[in-house]
């Protein structure tokens, strides 16, 4: 009970503390007040603490069981393991928005406490803006959909979760995609403070790099762990659905992955000013769409957040951001003005360039893909697409992104000549015999993928290799260069591994007998026998296969509690080149059991990959030295001219 | 000017690609999403998406493999036939979402049958 009148009250000190700290920010920007952007700047690092101290106590309501929340009896039970009541804190609607605001919070103080050498006014907008981000969050959680409201009346009990999410996996996929998503808040702060105080330069991508990189691997690994979930809890064979929640967290990714690679075009050549402007400010945009699709329930999905009362502030708060972003920009449009392009088409700006419009390409696929229902309900009957629309027309874009990732890293800055031709021999050499190989067992386009994606390795070799000939210290000093390229690596083998799964999938259903044998893309398997054991709360039914050596136990349990609620429980036997994945459909009263057995090749590369990739983003920046001390060292002045 | 023919040409033609893509692709694989009653007043051609709660009438035959049920929505009812695995959490009164074709016999054949998942975290099976 206290805690509930405690942890309201920590909120609504939020809201106070945060709109005081935008306004007075917003206005000490204006007048330049330096005691003024001080005061505002503290008042935000208190609204942090506000938010951590509701979380706190949240999460002690949740360990200690204290059932006169209603939040915590929706969310836990007394039966359920320790570790998944402490997740059921980002486990429901109004504790995972409480989550996203305490990572918001803690992300911006880190922002703002670093960022002295951006100049009092940038340092001013950018606290104004955060702090008016967070206290829109704090303003839902108080008023709108409060983690502590009480109950009139406390039960013995709570409600405890779904079989479905007792799993490892609930306890580490959420919390990353939603850090992932508040980390995004953090360049679009600053990009907008750059542009209203008329700071251009690329002071403001340097300060926030290691944000965006946060908020992109963040995301990368949360994109990951999600598939992971899906592959080996859901059990219908697959890792990625095209559904509208995985649809948004895709496009902010995708919008980071163009920013990543066009802000090195400003950092290197300061060129594509409001270009970089506008990728980061679409990134956040698109996280608040997706948020505002996701937890409204505006478009069918699988898995929507139960409707609730907070899509019509999110939609306004879109409206909000959208309005302020393009008058921002539209305003600011001649401030960031940067030199035209001068560089030609076949050179690492054009590359950079290209594949941004490629990656915006892709968006363009998926938000018409996830808006559509919205689109074609308002003009009619209600129309949804699935996988095959995605893969026709967002398949060949990703193949031509491989194709320029197999290229891109090779080419010069400036202008491409003979010697590039040279470089790329290998890559080429290696694009061809992996497609040509391919292509006999009929993989079609998957062949092509796979191919330009060992031409991308081959490419990244051949950089290491050129560097390590030079001097191998290189892949030290320049371990930033040489990290994204094992990020490359990463990228390439997840591609490879996607490339094949689905191409390569092979699914079949089938009711066996005790000892009958079935044979699928060359596995052999045979079902042995059946049993059963009566469990604390379920049945589990279980089938035993023999595959070669292994014994495989697909099985199903029934929870009585739940209206006979099954949960499948897939049997996964990993091959050097396939998982032999198998569903126990069901047990039959002769004795006899139904499987469906699929055989994924090399979905195990996507995972591996997903590993390469975050190591090479923390390889490439342990220890990075800051690059205006870089800058400074070789005399080179940081604020490049107009 | 020159610049802008170097960089606004190939964007233009990436832009034109694109969209040539996402039309091709929608007009060729989308499909409708109807309601019971929108299926009963007008059936569309092709393969639609009914969404409704399964009734307490659920047959399964084939170790499982093959499923009949009623869908409700509001006052209308559709009876459903499916071959495949099913869902974990499919059970009568949870919503699914049935993907097929309404054949002449008056009998919706799904070829993909999706429940809606439970809300995270929560027992209650999200209804609508």
């Known amino acids: ?642 | 000017m020159s610049a802008l023919l170097r960089w606004g040409v190939p964007a233009a033609v990436v832009a034109a690609c694109v969209g040539y893509l996402i039309y091709s692709a929608s007009g060729g694989s989308s499909v409708y999403y109807v309601t019971v009653s929108q299926l009963r007043a007008h059936s569309p051609a092709g393969d639609v998406r009914v969404a409704g709660v399964v009734e307490n009438d659920v047959q399964k035959s084939d170790g499982g493999l093959h499923v009949t049920f009623t869908e409700k929505d509001g006052a209308d009812t559709l009876p459903v036939e499916y071959s495949g695995t099913l869902p974990d959490i499919f059970q009568p009164g949870i919503t699914v979402v049935a993907e097929g074709r309404l054949g002449k016999d008056g009998v919706f054949h799904a070829r993909t049958l999706l429940a809606k998942c439970p809300s995270r975290f929560s027992t209650q099976p999200y209804t609508q």
């Open chain 1, 1 to 642: 009970m206290i805690l509930g009148y405690l942890g309201a009250g920590a909120l609504l000190a939020g809201v106070v503390l945060g709109g005081f700290s935008a306004l007075l920010s917003f206005f000490a920007g204006w007048r330049r007040a330096d005691l003024f952007i001080q005061v505002g700047r503290r008042a935000f690092y208190a609204a942090a603490a506000m938010t951590a101290i509701a979380a706190v106590l949240l999460e002690i309501a949740l360990l200690t069981h204290d059932f006169s929340l209603a939040y915590v009896v929706e969310h836990s039970d007394l039966a359920t393991p320790m570790a998944l009541v402490a997740a059921g804190f980002y486990g429901g609607q109004e504790g995972s928005l409480l989550y996203w605001t305490l990572i918001l919070g803690v992300l911006g103080t880190a922002s703002l406490v670093t960022a002295a050498s951006l100049g009092g006014r940038v340092l001013a907008y950018a606290t104004g803006i955060l702090a008016s981000i967070l206290t829109f969050f704090l303003f839902v959680l108080a008023v709108v959909a409060s983690p502590f409201d009480l109950l009139s009346v406390t039960p013995p009990d709570g409600l405890g979760l779904n079989p479905v999410l007792r799993d490892g996996g609930m306890l580490i996929h959420p919390p990353v995609v939603l850090a992932g998503f508040a980390a995004f808040a953090i360049p679009f702060a600053f990009a907008c403070a750059a542009l209203i105080a008329g700071r251009t330069d690329a002071a403001w991508i340097r300060h926030t790099r290691r944000f965006a990189l946060l908020a992109w691997s963040l995301q990368s690994a949360g994109l990951l762990l999600g598939m992971w979930w899906a592959y080996h809890v859901l059990g219908w064979g697959g890792y990625w659905s095209w559904d509208p929640v995985e649809n948004v967290a895709l496009m902010p990714w995708l919008a980071t992955t163009a920013y990543l690679h066009s802000s090195q075009v400003q950092e290197k050549k300061g060129r594509l000013r409001n270009w970089n402007f506008g990728l980061v400010i679409l990134a956040f945009l698109l996280v608040v769409l997706g948020t505002f699709i996701v937890r409204s329930g505006v478009v069918p999905s699988v898995h929507t957040f139960a409707i609730s009362a907070i899509g019509p502030w999110f939609l306004g708060f879109l409206a909000v951001c959208v309005v302020f972003a393009g008058a921002v920009l539209a305003l600011r449009i001649g401030v960031a003005e940067s030199r035209p392009a001068e560089a030609p088409l076949l050179s690492r700006e054009g590359a950079f360039t290209l594949q941004n419009l490629l990656l915006l390409g892709v968006i363009a696929v998926v938000l018409w893909g996830t808006i559509l229902p919205l689109v074609s309900g308002m003009l009619g009957t209600e129309r949804v697409v699935d996988a095959p629309y995605y893969q026709r027309a967002a398949g060949p874009i990703l193949v031509a992104v491989l194709a320029l990732m197999a290229v891109g890293p090779l080419l010069p800055w400036r202008r491409a000549g003979k010697a590039t031709w040279k470089a790329l021999r290998w890559s080429i050499a290696a694009a061809a015999i992996v497609t040509a190989a391919l292509l006999t067992i009929g993989w079609g386009w998957g062949a092509i993928a796979i191919g330009l994606a060992a031409g991308g390795v081959a490419t990244v070799a051949t950089e290491y290799a050129r560097a390590a000939r030079r001097n191998p210290r290189l892949l030290v000093i320049k371990r930033r260069r040489y990290g994204a390229y094992l990020a490359h690596v990463g990228v390439l083998v997840v591609a490879i591994g996607i490339a094949a799964s689905q191409f390569g999938q092979q699914e079949k259903d089938m009711t066996l007998r005790p000892g009958e044998s079935v044979t699928v893309a060359g596995y052999t398997l045979t079902y042995t026998g059946s049993e059963q054991q009566q469990l604390a709360d379920h049945t589990e039914f279980i089938a035993a296969m023999r595959f070669g050596g292994t014994a495989l136990a697909p099985s199903r349990a029934t929870y009585a509690g739940l209206g006979g609620q099954a949960l499948t429980h897939v049997a996964i036997s990993t091959t050097p080149l396939a998982d032999v994945y198998v569903v126990l459909a069901g047990l039959n009263v002769d004795g006899s059991a139904s499987f469906r057995v699929l055989v994924n090749p090399l979905v195990t590369w996507i995972w591996a990959g997903g590993v390469i990739l975050i190591l090479g983003v923390v390889l490439g920046n342990v220890g990075e030295r800051e690059m205006a001390a870089e800058l400074a060292r070789r005399r080179i002045p940081i604020t490049l001219p107009a």
